[in-house]
């Protein structure tokens, strides 16, 4: 079974700066997907940015960015220029290639951006 | 907003009663998801359908009972609950199999007294 861990309950960051968001995973798995989810305080959960584990290439979302290094099985997500609409809870999601739509997701992380 | 809505917003019920959550999503998606999100744990993965047919049933108490009529909607109709049900129930949709993006609704805040 796979398992993700976002060993981050909770993150501060001042507006305008960098912060990263880690995800570590565990999986036998060689082909899969994995994902970034923001969830803002009553809103909907949103697609942040994936990674296809095949692509050796970063993916990149304007200001969202991972680093994804597969023989580590980590895949953290990097906010630049942190502004306030980013305040929300993250999680780190990974999908087995094939499994049928099944999504694991980690417990989240809690970012504050503070003005 | 993405495009899958859900109704109630939020839901208070007693033990006895019986309620129903809909979803529906408009983006022309045939894989729809039934997700319970409980505090400080992960997400967990309820029901999927594809095609209007389930094809994943997580090991789901049967006081939850799913209805997928069209590909366009699901239902959760929910009967003698307990308050450990108590949570956000998310709705997500997809597009044919495998697809690896889903898209979630705003969830129905469901409190069991």
């Known amino acids: 079974a796979q398992t993700v861990t976002q060993s981050q309950p909770e993150m501060s960051v001042q507006e305008a700066e960098t912060v990263t968001l880690s995800c570590t995973y565990d999986?036998?798995?060689?082909?899969?997907?994995l994902f970034w989810y923001k969830q803002p305080p009553s809103r909907q959960m949103i697609l942040v940015i994936r990674q296809e584990a095949y692509k050796q290439q970063n993916a990149t979302e304007n200001r969202f960015s991972v680093n994804f290094q597969k023989a580590a099985k980590s895949f953290s997500l990097k906010i630049s220029d942190s502004q306030l609409g980013d305040t929300a809870m993250y999680f780190c999601?990974?999908?087995?290639?094939?499994?049928?739509?099944?999504?694991?997701f980690g417990k989240g992380t809690l970012l504050t951006v503070n003005p | 907003e993405t495009g899958v809505t859900q109704t109630p917003r939020h839901l208070v019920m007693g033990m006895t009663n019986k309620k129903s959550l809909k979803c529906e999503q408009h983006?022309?998606?045939?894989?729809m998801y039934w997700y319970k999100q409980s505090a400080k744990k992960p997400l967990e993965l309820m029901f999927v359908y594809s095609l209007e047919e389930r094809v994943e049933n997580n090991s789901v108490p049967s006081r939850f009972s799913p209805e997928c009529p069209n590909s366009s909607h699901l239902f959760l109709h929910l009967h003698t609950l307990q308050p450990e049900d108590s949570a956000l129930y998310l709705c997500?949709?997809?597009?044919?199999?495998?697809?690896?993006?889903?898209?979630f609704g705003p969830g129905t805040r469901l409190l069991v007294l």
């Open positions: 999986t036998s798995e060689n082909n899969y997907y």
């Open positions: 999601a990974f999908m087995k290639w094939g499994s049928n739509y099944k999504l694991t």
């Open positions: 997500a949709s997809s597009q044919e199999q495998f697809q690896e993006t889903q898209y």
């Open positions: 983006l022309g998606h045939n894989a």
